[in-house]
């Protein structure tokens, strides 16, 4: 099993449309849980921090189900700039100051 | 705002060439990262190191080294490049934690000829 797995997409969706991405980990002992953004030809950011409460930052809501070891990304109400790669990324084990990079889901959104 | 600056935005080199890549970041982070990216691959950790002179492998540092000589500045060095190092180069750096962010450069396209 890969550690970090993600559906490639490509996503294609309307704006307006809600949209969910899906990850899942290998290693059960990881205790940090992010979601990046990555536009064509630029630089990974943060999106999102993902915590065990699950949270939201306006259109976007991140759960953790660490029973399952599975996280997801739901985006409502997608606008064109919501347009790019969202990487799911999780710690190693054992508090591991590297992170492990899932490949990415392209969404991209029509008008 | 946190910067992560890369020494290049485009590189061409040829079989054999010794390529130095640099990475400055602003922000008095203790962790740097060099890391590749490939179609297809994803984000793949080269070297990490989390003070002056002090470094450790990722998953791929085969054909890679790095030196750490000043907190602020991370460089990654092919001794002899190979052209399945063409690749998109990106550093990034963060502060000492687990549960902190990453702070990429713009990154690094190298091609080897």
């Known amino acids: 099993r890969k550690e970090v797995e993600q559906d490639p997409g490509p996503f294609n969706v309307p704006e307006g449309a809600t949209v969910a991405f899906n990850c899942t980990y290998s290693n059960s002992a990881s205790q940090s849980f992010f979601w990046y953004r990555q536009d064509c030809r630029k630089e990974p950011k943060l999106l999102m921090s993902v915590y065990s409460s699950g949270n939201e930052d306006g259109r976007f809501t991140a759960q953790l189900n660490r029973a399952s070891q599975y996280i997801s990304l739901l985006i409502r109400d997608s606008k064109l700039s919501d347009s790019a790669t969202y990487l799911c990324?999780?710690?190693?084990?054992?508090?591991?100051?590297?992170?492990?990079f899932g490949k990415g889901t392209k969404l991209t959104v029509n008008p | 705002d946190v910067k992560v600056t890369q020494s290049s935005r485009y590189l061409v080199k040829r079989t054999g060439e010794k390529v130095f890549l640099e990475c400055v970041q602003d922000m008095d982070h203790e962790n740097m990262f060099w890391y590749r990216q490939d179609p297809g691959l994803g984000l793949r950790l080269i070297y990490f190191?989390?003070?002056?002179?002090?470094?450790e492998k990722g998953d791929i540092p085969e054909g890679y080294s790095v030196s750490r000589e000043k907190k602020e500045r991370f460089s990654l060095i092919l001794e002899s490049a190979s052209t399945n190092q063409t690749s998109m180069y990106l550093c990034?750096?963060?502060?000492?934690?687990?549960?902190?962010?990453?702070?990429f450069g713009p990154g690094t396209r190298l091609t080897v000829l």
């Open positions: 990034a750096s963060s502060l000492l934690g687990a549960v902190n962010e990453q702070f």
């Open positions: 990324v999780v710690n190693g084990a054992g508090g591991s100051e590297k992170l492990v």
């Open positions: 190191s989390y003070d002056v002179k002090m470094k």
